[in-house]
């Protein structure tokens, strides 16, 4: 079993589906990172956190610290969303990475 | 936010030669910063870690001495892939450790070598 566990492992969804991705983690954690990873290849940090919510644009990222899981909300989703969504726990310097969830928005 | 650069994006290189990408934090100072690898379709992996001002610790099976890894400031980090070979063709990402923020850590956007 994978320290970090993300579900779904692959979603296609229409657009301006409401999108969620989950994250579950088995060990404490310092934080916890969701990063967006586009075709290319190219890594973008979409959020860190360690506890409660955070929001960026269409984008939310929640975190229940007792439950160790993560979830990553996007609100009216969009072509341009579809990437893969990394969710990555962090643990003082190690960070351990999910195997991601290949998100396919269609118009 | 803080800002971790990677330079080349991209990169096709012989068979044989060597390559360094740099990692720089732009707008902050990383006391640590650490390389990832990424093969197709599987998750990130940690290569080594890098401090300023010492010698890299690499993670178990990744050759140093093909590897390497320089963190001469606050601020770069470089990796050097000496004496490419396919098989070292890869996604490489670096992230950088904010030395006033603890643990916190920020990602490059990575490089895409390919060996040929």
Redesign the interface.
């Given at each position: 079993k994978n320290e970090v566990e993300q579900s779904p492992q692959n979603l296609t969804a229409q657009e301006g589906e409401f999108i969620t991705i989950n994250c579950s983690y088995s060990v404490g954690i310092s934080a916890l990172h969701w990063l967006q990873q586009h075709p290319g290849g190219g890594i973008v940090s979409l959020f860190m956190l360690s506890s409660g919510k955070k929001k960026h644009g269409r984008l939310i990222a929640t975190i229940n610290i007792q439950e160790k899981h993560s979830s990553l909300h996007i609100t009216a989703s969009h072509p341009r969303d579809s990437a893969v969504y990394i969710c990555a726990r962090n643990r003082d310097d190690k960070i351990i990475f999910g195997k991601g969830t290949r998100l396919h928005i269609l118009p | 936010g803080a800002v971790v650069s990677q330079h080349p994006?991209r990169v096709i290189c012989k068979s044989g030669t060597s390559v360094k990408i740099e990692c720089r934090s732009l707008d902050f100072q990383a006391t640590?910063m650490?390389w990832y690898r990424?093969f197709p379709k599987?998750?990130?992996?940690?290569m080594a870690?890098s401090n300023e001002g010492s010698k890299a610790t690499y993670e178990q099976g990744v050759e140093k001495d093909k590897f390497l890894i320089n963190h001469a400031s606050l601020t770069l980090s470089t990796l050097t892939v000496t004496s490419a070979h396919p098989e070292d063709s890869s996604?490489y990402?670096c992230?950088a450790?904010n030395r006033v923020r603890?643990?916190?850590?920020?990602?490059?956007?990575?490089t895409?070598l390919t060996v040929t």
């Open positions: - | 994006s640590t650490f990424q599987q998750s990130l992996m940690l870690t996604f990402i992230s450790r603890g643990y916190e850590q920020y990602f490059g956007p990575g895409r």
